[in-house]
C-alpha cells in the first residue's frame, strides 16, 4: 500500500495534507483498497462545522458504505465537486484527484496529534 511521507493519517484510514491554514482530506490507498469500486461519494457542504473524529461523509463502493470521519476539527471551506461525477478518482488517485475536502481547521494542535506515516504503517499494517 502506497503510505506517502509528505501526509498524515487516521486510525480510520483517512489522510490529511496540513498545509498553511488548511488542511486537505481523503481516504487512503488502504481504505480506497479495502472498499473496492467507489460508486458514490457524500461529501460535507462548504460551510460545515466539523468536529475532530466526527462524521464528514459517506463513500459507497460495490461491496459496502464507509464512513468518513474528519481527522481536524475546523470548517469545510473547499469540497471536490468532481467525485460527484466522477466517484472513481478514489481509486484510481486517492491521493491527488481523488481528495474529498479541505478544513480550515480550528485547532493546529490536532494537526500534530495525527499518525505519522510510520505510525500509520503499524495501524494498517502495510
Given at each position: 500500500m502506497?503510505?506517502?511521507?509528505?501526509l498524515r493519517y487516521t486510525r480510520d484510514h483517512e489522510w490529511a495534507l496540513v498545509e498553511p491554514e488548511k488542511v486537505r482530506v481523503?481516504?487512503?490507498d488502504y481504505a480506497q483498497d479495502a472498499l473496492g469500486d467507489v460508486v458514490y461519494v457524500q461529501s460535507p457542504e462548504p460551510g460545515t462545522?466539523?468536529?475532530a473524529g466526527d462524521r464528514l461523509g459517506e463513500v459507497e463502493s460495490t461491496k459496502s458504505v464507509s464512513?468518513?470521519?474528519a481527522p481536524?476539527?475546523?470548517?469545510?471551506v473547499q469540497v471536490n465537486a468532481e467525485l460527484a461525477d466522477h466517484p472513481e478518482r478514489l481509486n484510481e488517485d486517492p491521493y491527488g484527484e481523488g481528495?474529498?475536502?479541505?478544513?480550515?481547521?480550528?485547532?493546529?494542535?490536532e494537526c500534530e496529534a495525527?499518525?505519522?506515516?510510520?505510525?500509520?504503517?503499524?495501524?494498517?499494517?502495510?
Amino acid at each position: 500500500m502506497d503510505v506517502p511521507e509528505a501526509l498524515r493519517y487516521t486510525r480510520d484510514h483517512e489522510w490529511a495534507l496540513v498545509e498553511p491554514e488548511k488542511v486537505r482530506v481523503g481516504i487512503t490507498d488502504y481504505a480506497q483498497d479495502a472498499l473496492g469500486d467507489v460508486v458514490y461519494v457524500q461529501s460535507p457542504e462548504p460551510g460545515t462545522t466539523v468536529v475532530a473524529g466526527d462524521r464528514l461523509g459517506e463513500v459507497e463502493s460495490t461491496k459496502s458504505v464507509s464512513e468518513i470521519f474528519a481527522p481536524v476539527s475546523g470548517t469545510v471551506v473547499q469540497v471536490n465537486a468532481e467525485l460527484a461525477d466522477h466517484p472513481e478518482r478514489l481509486n484510481e488517485d486517492p491521493y491527488g484527484e481523488g481528495w474529498i475536502c479541505v478544513i480550515a481547521p480550528s485547532d493546529a494542535a490536532e494537526c500534530e496529534a495525527l499518525l505519522s506515516p510510520e505510525q500509520y504503517r503499524e495501524v494498517s499494517g502495510s
